[in-house]
């Protein structure tokens, strides 16, 4: 089958149709010429492609997510995408793909990245929660070797294992397209932190990336510390996610001296770590005195009690370029909830830049959560609204690789 794929991917009528039949309708002829059964989820979302000569000007994104819940899902298997790779090899208005969710394995791995070694114009792609492990990281990895054009690649919660992650962080050493790569969740059973050792190297030399996420990595403060190191190295990361490590206040240490010299970080995301009070000081102290870069910290759920809290309002009245601030899970007193009441009453910080809504009962101020954060959406898509909405997904709003897969 492998070979009359090429074949049909190089002399079939998929290649020679004319321009107007639609994506749906090359769908339908490709199945039809490889006896395979089409898949209706793949063909209802083919059908909803805008082929208008408007949207063709701005490109196309094609989102075949397996996890969408508005509509019946027939999930994408290896064999669904090497009849989608022979319609979209020679697509020239595709730069978009996000394929989360689905039964893609290590043997869909060969063909996607089989198919953006030949694809020149896919900028974003996205393969969360797809069970590639590692042989299909080690694919994805040979395939950057090759890919010039791939700017977002988001492999996570796809099983990497350490293979995979070093031989990842190693192309990046060189690939100078990737601005944005998301690793989040890999396998780990090592307690020596050497995917985090190898990605802190990567950072040193690499100057193209400027987005990062390093979530569930049991990055520890050893690897805290050798990532701080190369910090100094590095002159164009802009966002980087530590979120649901085991990162200290010893660790933050490390960060808070970085953050005194690091004018390039623009996006901080720390949840779910442990960084307590001390913590607080060390990054507040950082972003009172020297930094005026930092736009965006989060913090939620790192076992902050109010002093820490409002160790960070005070340093907002300093630092007027951070402009948005998350801590909801962490201990509230009275003086804190006053602290970021009088933030947002003041108009220092917008209602939309935090996670907590202030509010008064019997003359003592409490908090109220609300839907605002980084990436509220990552993991899911609203019922209703905008999936791209910058108050829940404020990341969106700052960084510059924005494209929302």
């Known amino acids: 089958m492998d070979s009359f794929l090429l074949e049909l991917a190089s002399t079939s009528q998929v290649d020679t149709m004319p321009k107007y039949i639609s994506l749906d309708q090359q769908y339908s002829l490709a199945c039809e010429e490889l006896k395979h059964p089409e898949n209706p989820f793949i063909v209802r979302i083919l059908q909803e492609v805008k082929q208008d000569e408007e949207t063709l000007k701005k490109k196309i994104t094609i989102k075949i997510a397996g996890n969408n819940r508005l509509i019946p899902v027939q999930k994408v298997t290896d064999d669904d995408f090497q009849i989608l790779a022979t319609i979209f090899t020679n697509n020239m208005f595709l730069t978009g793909l996000d394929l989360r969710y ?12 089989a198919f953006l070694q030949r694809n020149e114009t896919l900028l974003h792609l996205r393969m969360t929660g797809n069970k590639i492990d590692n042989k299909g990281g080690m694919y994805f990895a040979a395939m950057l070797q090759v890919n010039n054009t791939l700017q977002k690649l988001d492999l996570g919660d796809t099983d990497l294992r350490t293979q995979s992650l070093i031989a990842l962080a190693t192309v990046l050493n060189y690939n100078s397209a990737i601005k944005a790569i998301n690793l989040n969740r890999p396998i780990l059973y090592s307690e020596e932190e050497e995917t985090t050792v190898h990605t802190a190297l990567m950072l040193k030399v690499n100057c193209t990336l400027v987005e990062l996420h390093l979530c569930k990595h049991e990055m520890k403060n050893f ?6 190191d190369a910090l100094y190295e590095n002159s164009t990361l802009r966002y980087l996610d530590l979120s649901c490590n085991k990162i200290t206040r010893d660790g933050i240490k490390f960060l808070g001296k970085l953050l005194k010299h690091n004018a390039t970080l623009e996006i901080l995301d720390l949840n779910f770590n442990r960084i307590e009070d001390d913590g607080a000081f060390y990054l507040s102290e950082a972003l009172t005195t020297h930094n005026r ?11 902050i009690s ?7 309002a005070e340093s907002m009245k300093t630092n007027l370029v951070l402009s948005y601030i998350y801590i909801w899970g962490n201990k509230f007193d009275e003086d804190c909830c006053v602290a970021f009441a009088e933030l947002i009453k003041s108009g220092r910080l ?18 109220a959560e609300v839907s605002h954060g980084l990436k509220r959406h990552y993991y899911w898509t609203p019922s209703y609204g905008q999936p791209d909405n910058h108050d ?14």
Request: proline share 4%; charged share 15%.
């Open 102 to 113: 689905n039964l893609l394995s290590d043997a869909g791995a060969v063909h996607i990245a």
């Open 293 to 303: 870069t930092l736009q965006a910290l989060a913090v939620t759920n790192n076992n």
């Open 223 to 228: 690897g805290m510390e050798r990532l701080c």
């Open 392 to 405: 829940e997904n404020a990341s969106l709003a700052i960084t510059p690789v924005a494209e929302n897969l």
């Open 306 to 312: 109010g002093k820490g809290l409002v160790a960070f």
């Open 350 to 367: 917008k209602p939309t830049g935090t996670d907590v809504d202030p509010y008064e009962v019997d003359g003592n101020t409490y908090f």
